[in-house]
Nanobody, 120 residues
Framework: QVQLVESGGGLVQAGGSLRLSCAAS????????MGWYRQAPGKQRELVAT???????NYADSVKGRFTISRDNAKNTVNLQVNSLKPEDTAVYYC??????????????WGQGTQVTVSS
């Protein structure tokens, strides 16, 4: 099992910045993907950014150039620096970890979510 604890959400004005953090504990195998997703009211959960254990990143087009994902493998943490925030970034942001305990077997774990609200 893996436990995820997120922090760093809040209320910010448009153009502002926040730093979201997610700490993972438990059986976080060395081969994993850590990432952030978000869900706005009335919308489906969507990918924001992911970062593999070997450093490969993937960003949603809507956040490229504004958001930066990073991780500390020694501490099993993943961070999301969010800059130039827009009202449409308002959502609950979820941390997700996919652990590969076998080359072809994996498990997904989700955090409880942290609210980000951007005022115009």
């Amino acid at each position: 099992q893996v436990q995820l604890v997120e922090s760093g959400g809040g209320l910010v004005q448009a153009g502002g910045s926040l730093r979201l953090s997610c700490a993972a504990s438990g059986n976080v195998f060395s081969n994993n993907v850590m990432g952030w997703y978000r869900q706005a009211p009335g919308k489906q959960r969507e990918l924001v950014a992911t970062l593999t254990s070997d450093g490969s990143t993937n960003y949603a087009d809507s956040v490229k150039g504004r958001f930066t994902i990073s991780r500390d493998n020694a501490k099993n943490t993943v961070n999301l620096q969010v800059n130039s925030l827009k009202p449409e970034d308002t959502a609950v942001y979820y941390c997700k970890v996919t652990t590969y305990y076998h080359p072809y077997l994996s498990s997904d774990y989700w955090g409880q979510g942290t609210q980000v609200t951007v005022s115009s």
